[in-house]
């Protein structure tokens, strides 16, 4: 299944959360969230939310869905929600073009066993398909399936939710495994996203 344009405004319900689906420029679709009542987000969730937008320049209720997300499905991720937020903000920013039209934070390409829906682009000197989400849910569980079904990652899998390096540093590449980036200073940029953001303040809700 392949996103096409033309998409008209609809609004979901998801986790207890209204998700909008707004037309854009380019016809793709974006996830975004409003929370009310009992479903608004814990204090300090949304503070970290507020910085997030004001440093990186992000939409306000994309961040919140974003961050919200990473913490629900933290335990079943297994990846901590500070990793899962540093990773989308060096990967898109939540405003790269891949994100804007397939809601895509993570840059995960449409590979094996990835049966759903997909965005084309031109990536790296030919054309590449990409996972396209339509929620922050989708994208976050999606990439805890990512990560749970590469072989190489199983050491970031293992390590104290609390150690961000030593879950970052499983997932980086070396001589030996492959990694989430061919970038030497992948890990570094990963862990000064999670200390600019102070997504630490994320453990320990």
């Known amino acids: 299944m392949t996103i096409h344009s033309c998409f008209s405004t609809i609004t979901l319900v998801c986790g207890g959360s209204f998700l909008l689906l707004s037309p854009l420029a380019s016809g793709q679709p974006v996830y ?4 009310t009542g009992e479903n608004s987000l814990p204090y300090t969730v949304e503070t970290v939310s507020g910085r997030i937008a004001v440093q990186y320049g992000t939409d306000a209720g994309i961040t919140r869905s974003l961050v919200e997300a990473a913490v629900r499905y933290e335990n079943q991720t297994g990846v901590p929600a500070a990793v ?13 073009p891949l994100f804007r039209d397939s809601g895509n934070p993570f840059g995960i390409k449409a590979s094996n066993p990835w049966a759903g829906p997909t965005y084309t682009m031109w990536h790296d000197g030919e054309e590449t398909r990409f996972r396209a989400y339509l929620t922050a849910d ?3 569980t999606d990439f805890g399936n990512f990560v749970h079904s590469r072989r190489w990652y ?5 390590c104290p939710a609390h150690d961000y390096a030593c879950v970052v540093d499983g997932l980086k590449k070396t001589d030996h495994e492959a990694g989430y980036s061919m970038d030497p200073a992948w890990d570094e940029a990963v862990l000064a996203v999670i200390e600019k953001a102070g997504l630490r303040e994320l453990a320990g809700r």
Do not use: F
């Open 32 to 35: 975004d969230a409003t929370y």
């Open 154 to 158: 199983a050491d970031a899998l293992t």
């Open 138 to 140: 989708e994208a976050v």
């Open 84 to 96: 899962v937020v540093a990773i989308a903000l060096h990967e898109s920013g939540l405003k790269s």
